[in-house]
């Protein structure tokens, strides 16, 4: 919708802003101007929104991208909107009004309407076909274009915070233990399952000295504060980035960032562990 709107708001700027009537025989061809004969017009109005539904696109298929600050996204929504109101206060101080202006008018209602509703619409929310997946980062210290996505931090399986680490064959054990009865597994007698035990259980028997460092990713931005207690926040974690646990205090987590960066993480619920 936005994508479409800004075609046609970019082919308008080449149509006719006002209508002239022109006498028989007069040749009225030097009177004939569009957006592009009248700067002003042309940059708050006709690539004001081009360039909204270019931010719009790009915030859509790259979430948690700032400029100064600035979410991408938000910055669109409020330059298609100041281009709906260039046009709609410079055609009602128009006499007489073009295919350019009024094409342009139309476009900038369409594009203004589909900014506003995409974060509010839950069927505009879906995501672009064309946005890319985050490609699964490499292990730690490996080097790039071996086996593996390039990327920040450890992918792994993508695991909850607090699972069992390991694989099929339970806590610890990194493959599946062989069963009585199996082909090539000689019978064994019957000894109790101490494996089936819940893995929050085990992670509470741990002492807090066998803490290991992790990487992990959150859902949902969430706010890096720093060590010393300081209620400011020192970064941002955003999704679809790995993360390193370095320590665990408590409930909070002390992470590292891309840059280096140490702070707490408060809020661990429903991170993803790799």
């Not at 080449?14 to 209508?19: D, G, R, T």
């Not at 390039?150 to 599946?176: E, I, R």
């Not at 007698?189 to 035990?197: F, R």
């Not at 000295?209 to 400011?232: H, I, K, N």
Request: hydrophobic residues 45%; charged residues 10%.
């Amino acid at each position: 919708m936005v994508i479409g709107a800004a075609v046609v708001l970019f082919i308008a700027s080449f149509l006719n802003l006002a209508s002239i009537d022109c006498p028989t025989g007069v040749d009225c061809g030097r009177y004939e101007t569009n957006a592009w004969d009248t700067l002003g017009l042309l940059m708050s109005m006709f690539l004001a929104g081009v360039i909204a539904a270019a931010l719009i696109v790009v915030a859509r298929a790259l979430p948690g991208r700032k400029v100064a600050g600035l979410d991408l996204g938000q910055f669109g929504v409020a330059l298609a909107v100041f281009a709906l109101w260039t046009a709609f206060w410079t055609i009602i101080d128009m006499s007489s009004a073009g295919a350019g202006m009024i094409l342009g008018l139309l476009a900038t209602i369409v594009l203004a309407a589909g900014a506003v509703a995409s974060p509010l619409v839950g069927v505009l929310k879906a995501p672009l076909m064309g946005a890319p997946r985050p490609q699964a980062p490499q292990p730690y210290g490996a080097q790039p274009g071996v086996t593996g996505g390039a990327g920040y931090g450890y992918p792994g399986a993508g695991q909850p915070y607090g699972a069992p680490q390991g694989g099929t064959g339970g806590y610890g054990y990194p493959g599946a233990a062989p069963q009585p009865g199996q082909p090539g597994q000689p019978d064994a007698p019957h000894q109790p399952d101490q494996q089936s035990a819940a893995p929050a259980a085990a992670q509470q028997a741990a002492p807090a000295g066998d803490f290991a460092p992790f990487w992990f990713a959150v859902p949902v931005a969430r706010p890096l504060y720093a060590e010393d207690g300081s209620p400011t926040p020192i970064a941002e974690l955003a999704p679809g980035t790995w993360y390193l646990a370095v320590e665990q205090r408590g409930a909070a987590l002390v992470a590292q960032t891309q840059d280096g960066r140490r702070g707490v993480l408060q809020d661990t619920t429903g991170i993803q562990r790799g």
